[in-house]
Structures are given as C-alpha cells and as structure tokens.
C-alpha cells in the first residue's frame, strides 16, 4: 500500500481512496523499525440526492405522447381537399323514389316528394330531356322531388359549380329568353349552421326548350364554405310572381350534371394513425421491460 509521510507530523496519509470507495486505515502501521499511529482519510459525507429515475421516464412518457398528438393532428389539418367532378357516368340508367344513388364520393338521394334518377337524352322519356346533354348522362328530379347530396364517408365537402336545366314536361313548353323558375340550394355546414341560395333556371332557346347552363358558385355564399350536405329543389313561377314548389299546371323538375367539388378529408384518420403510434410504443415499453 502506497502512503506519504509528512515532515513533521507523524501520521501517514492512505492515497489510495479512489472514487466513493473509503479504504480505512488500520490502527498502527509498523515502518521500519519505528511504529507510527496511524489516521483515516475519510470524505465529506455526500447529501442523499432523491431518485428521480421515475420521475423522468414518466415525463419523457408524456413528452413522446405529447409529440405524437401533435404531429396526428397536423396531419388531419394538413391533409389537402382533393377536387372531384360527379358527372354519373358510373351509375347505370335508373329510377328512384325515397332511395338513393352513388356516383363518386357521394350518395344523392331522393325525398320521396317525386322520383329521381339517372339517364341520357337518348332513352329519357320523362319530358324534354336538356337539349344540349349530348350523350351524358344526368340525373334528373321530377314532380317536385327533392335531392340530397352527401359523401359516402362523411367527409366534408365544397360545392365550386355544376351544371343545371329546367326539365319541361314537353318541348317547345318556354318562351325563348325567359326562365321558368329557380333552383334552390341549401347547404348543412360542418358543426351546424345552414347556408341557402336561389339561381333561376337557365332561359329558353328559340325553339322554346330549356338546355344546361353553368353555374360558378364563387362569390356566392356557398364560395369556400364546408359542408356536410347539399340539398336541391325547384320552384316554378306562377302567376303573381311567385315561385312555388308545387307549381300550378308544371311542376317543378330539373336535372344536375358534372357536379365540381372539393372534398375535405375528416380528422378521424390523423385519431386512428395516433392510436396505432400509441399501441407501438406501448410494445416497444413492454419488450424494454423484459
């Protein structure tokens, strides 16, 4: 054992204490021939400092859930609007009363005042079909029914513009210039709320016959709105200028056709991708601790 011997003061100093182990010093140590008593080194007593091991995994715990969160719910928020345009060339010719069609994201159905359903000008034998619908196909509300348009999966959703026609029980029924009602729209809004809007009927032609014409939405109310629903009706003029939904010798019909809209993923993915990021953490937990 190495030890030093102070001039002067007769006591050996043990240098060999290394880290927090002490190594104490027997009584006497014998030197030569001459025995010297001998003294501990012994260190300043450390304070008991709280184990906080615990304490920290926990934080670093939440910290990791806590990032997690955030990052799910930037991803719902961040998740673009994907435009779609409904023209219902996936849904074969049909009728329909108090049911419903899909074509697309989303599903239209019909409130059952009238019957509703899909066709092109060729096989259409419900009135004048629109004299400019070409070979499409049109879905088309008649004897004052109504539709409703929604996703399939409850996504939001933009209505931007579509096309629209006054659908006459036979040719020749308009006068060429004028217009014989309106369509109204009425919109649900994503956490309550409604939004309505009322555009006349494209007017007739020279032969008296109604064709489609475009309808912008943008600088409507409806511009930039989300929705969780549209609904179309129509309305007819009658005599003292009113419009009326049942009409007085004409009902009230009209076809839709290439329906622009953004669709509005929900959040719900970002809750079911978070849940699957919790769950792999907790095995990874589980297989630290074996």
Not at 121 to 143: D, E, I, M, Y
Not at 149 to 168: E, I, K, P
Not at 199 to 221: E, M, S
């Amino acid at each position: 054992m190495a030890s030093k011997v102070h001039p002067g003061f007769p006591t050996t100093i043990d240098t060999t204490t290394k880290g927090t182990r002490r190594v104490p010093l027997t009584a006497r140590r014998r030197r030569g021939t001459e025995i010297v008593p001998s003294i501990t080194l012994r260190r300043r007593p450390t304070r008991d400092v709280p184990d906080k091991t615990g304490e920290d995994s926990v934080m670093k715990k939440n910290l990791w859930l806590a990032g997690l969160s955030v990052a799910a719910l930037s991803l719902a928020w961040a998740v673009p609007a994907a435009a779609e345009v409904v023209d219902f060339e996936d849904v074969a010719p049909t009728l329909f009363t108090d049911a419903s069609i899909v074509s697309g994201s989303f599903r239209f159905t019909s409130d059952g005042f009238g019957f509703s359903g899909v066709d092109d000008a060729s096989s259409f034998v419900f009135g004048q079909a629109p004299h400019n619908a070409g070979t499409s196909r049109f879905l088309f509300a008649l004897n004052t029914d109504g539709l409703d348009m929604r996703t399939t999966n409850r996504d939001r959703f933009r209505l931007r513009s579509f096309d629209y026609a006054f659908v006459a029980p036979f040719a020749g029924l308009g006068s060429e210039g004028a217009t014989p009602g309106e369509l109204l729209v009425v919109g649900e809004k994503r956490g309550g709320g409604s939004v309505f809007a009322s555009f006349g009927f494209p007017v007739a032609n020279l032969d008296g016959d109604f064709g489609f014409g475009r309808l912008d939405l943008a600088g409507t109310d409806f511009d930039g709105v989300s929705l969780v629903s549209a609904s179309f009706f129509g309305c007819i003029y009658v005599e003292g200028g009113s419009c009326s939904f049942v009409g007085d010798d004409v009902p009230p019909q009209f076809a839709l056709d290439n329906i622009s809209t953004f669709v509005v993923p929900e959040p719900g993915s970002a809750v079911l991708m978070f849940g699957a990021l919790a769950g792999l953490y907790a095995a990874r937990r589980r297989r630290v601790a074996r």
